[in-house]
């Protein structure tokens, strides 16, 4: 099977790649904006050389390519839909007239909800985003969704949570060095409750969407139990044989800090405070009830555990 992987060369699109590589029936076509220094792949096109793919020759697209969120608030709006939407509705449409049969495009939960609260997010959740991120991702997907497909060929929408694994740059790598120097956390008053993706969990569910014959639709990815931040901080000490320091400083006084952050551009501001400390919980029974499985390959705590490992290497 020849799979079109977007975005390839990206943190989602390395460990996905190499993970569909190792089926030796799977010959990948990687696509990305920048080469990277080896070729790994069977085949590399640049963005820019997009049209010389004989489509012909594609049976699936997995298309992860896209504008991420920034945390900094730096970005354009603008920057999110030329690239969410833009990117998305040029590679949608050459599926469209190509042979391929299988379309997998990589949303997010943030095009549903920026917050979630004490609820659990469904896929019955009515979409109402805040950011241009989550307004690009939705329109993208509104976009594929619009389309009549031709007989044969089945789309799905995919909306992971915070998706975790080797090379993870974010918050978790944040969190991991801030243990590693000893600096206790000091949000331990914050409780909350936060879905994650394991990159092992993702990986079993794209193989299985790509080589089983499972009823195409928009469903949200995530482990099966959710994690508090308190309960990461102690997963990342217990990886470095550390004891866990959180403090529960008074969280009105935190969230002053965080808005003077947001002036002075420091590393704690409001949107990093809100990603670290709010409550984001997931379903993922319906994409489980499609998959014909009761739980997931891993727990969230055993995957957590493994990516944790790969950073202390």
């Known amino acids: 099977m020849n799979i079109l992987v977007t ?6 699109g390395t460990n996905l790649s190499q993970s569909l590589k190792t089926l030796v029936k799977h010959r990948l076509i990687a696509v990305d904006i920048a080469e990277p220094v080896v070729h790994v792949y069977d085949e590399f096109y640049s963005w820019q050389e997009l049209g010389k793919i004989d489509w012909s020759a594609v049976d699936s697209i997995i298309h992860l390519a896209g504008k991420a969120h920034d945390t900094k608030n730096t970005s354009e709006e603008q920057a999110y839909f030329d690239i ?18 299988k379309f997998l495009f990589f949303s997010s939960v943030k095009a549903v909800a920026d917050a979630v609260g004490d609820e659990v997010l469904t896929e019955d959740a009515e979409c109402n985003p805040q950011t241009a991120y989550g307004k690009s991702k939705l329109e993208a997907e509104q976009y594929i969704l619009s389309k009549n497909l031709p007989t044969g060929k089945k789309v799905f ?5 915070m998706i975790h694994g080797p090379g993870n ?4 790598n944040l969190l991991f060095k801030l243990v590693a120097k000893g600096i206790p ?5 914050f409780e909350n409750s936060r879905s994650f993706t394991s990159i092992e969990n993702l990986q079993f569910i794209i ?23 308190n309960e990461l901080i102690r997963l990342i000490a217990a990886s470095q044989n550390k004891k866990a320091r959180i403090w529960n400083f008074n969280s009105a006084l935190i969230r002053f800090a ?11 501001n409001s949107e990093r405070l809100k990603k670290l400390t709010e409550s984001y919980v997931v379903s993922n029974a319906r994409l489980k009830n499609a998959l014909g499985i009761e739980n997931m390959p891993v ?7 493994r990516t944790l490992r790969g950073f202390g290497v």
């Open 7 to 12: 975005g390839a060369f990206g943190f989602v």
């Open 84 to 101: 969410n939407v833009g990117l998305t509705r040029k590679i949608f449409d050459y599926f469209l007239s190509s042979d391929a049969k």
């Open 157 to 161: 929408v995919l909306r992971p949570c």
């Open 169 to 172: 740059k974010g918050n978790l």
């Open 185 to 189: 956390w000091p949000l331990g008053a």
């Open 207 to 229: 193989k299985q969407l790509v080589e089983k014959d499972v009823e195409p639709g928009t469903y949200q990815v995530a482990d099966d139990e959710p994690l508090s931040t």
């Open 258 to 268: 965080a808005n003077v952050g947001d002036k002075l551009h420091l590393p704690l």
């Open 299 to 305: 727990s969230a705590e055993e995957g957590m555990r």
